[in-house]
């Protein structure tokens, strides 16, 4: 077999990048998607940290809260509430204080939804970077295959 001719030589490189530079542009654009991906996760993910240490500041002052009234509210001698109007005022304390449990235990469920979603979305923040570094590392192979398959026509 003889030596190529030019022609020859330019419909191999054609050949090869028929072959490697769609494969090359796939990759690429799934780098890019995954990069806008991780990039938005990460931005949720600060918003979701920002509601925790909210949550979780809320749900200490409520705490603090109720705690201090009620403490307050047993402290009263419940011999001197006397009378229809003393009696109401017992109640409607009462039930403020439980008004008060409530939205504390709500304020609670909340916070624990929250930590649940911020793991949940380190593991996927977590699988989309490996992901991606997989993808660069297959890209920089593919890239390396390509320059040698072009270098290597004779």
Known sequence: ??????????????????????????????????????????????????????????????RDLMDTNKNKFNEVDTEDLKGNYMVQVNAQASAVIGDGQTAREAVKRAWDKSIKAQTKLDKKIEKLRSELSST??????????????????I
């Open 136 to 153: 660069m590392t297959t890209l920089t192979d593919t890239q390396f295959q390509f320059r040698q398959a072009l270098n290597s026509i």
């Open 1 to 62: 077999m003889g030596k190529k001719t030019e022609s020859e030589k330019n419909v191999e490189r054609q050949n090869l990048r028929n072959v490697y530079e769609p494969e090359i542009r796939a990759m690429e654009a799934d780098i890019t998607s995954l990069t806008t991906e991780i990039e938005f996760l990460t931005m949720k993910k600060i918003f979701l940290d920002s509601n925790v240490t909210t949550l979780d500041t809320t749900h200490q002052n409520f």
